[in-house]
């Protein structure tokens, strides 16, 4: 079982940056690849980026060269950079572990204004 709890977001200006936390429970995190996704209104939720227990990460196209997802296992704490934000950013935004088996936070609201 793994708990986590996303925090950072907030409204922001286009162009301007955010920084999304996520903390978790357990002393087993480091062993979970974990992403983040996102879920605008009307739309399905998918994947912005992930991290795999060794550091390896991916990155939709949409967000390649202005979101960094990275880790510290030692803090069991997740986090994604979000730079040059665009209004089309403006989603829910949530943690999860993706393998070996799923958990998912309550998400954070990111709004981009224009």
């Known amino acids: 079982q793994v708990q986590l709890v996303e925090s950072g977001g907030g409204l922001v200006q286009a162009g301007r940056s955010l920084r999304l936390s996520c903390a978790a429970s357990?002393?087993?995190?480091?062993?979970?690849?974990m992403g983040w996704y996102r879920q605008a209104p009307g739309k399905q939720r998918v994947m912005v980026a992930a991290?795999?227990?060794?550091?390896?990460?991916r990155y939709a196209d949409s967000v390649k060269g202005r979101f960094t997802i990275s880790r510290d296992n030692a803090k069991n704490t997740l986090y994604l950079q979000m730079n040059s934000l665009k209004p089309e950013d403006t989603a829910v935004y949530y943690c999860?572990?993706?393998?070996?088996?799923?958990?998912w936070g309550q998400g954070t609201q990111v709004t981009v204004s224009s």
């Open positions: 991290i795999g227990s060794a550091g390896s990460t």
């Open positions: 357990g002393s087993t995190f480091s062993i979970y690849s």
């Open positions: 999860a572990t993706v393998a070996p088996i799923a958990y």
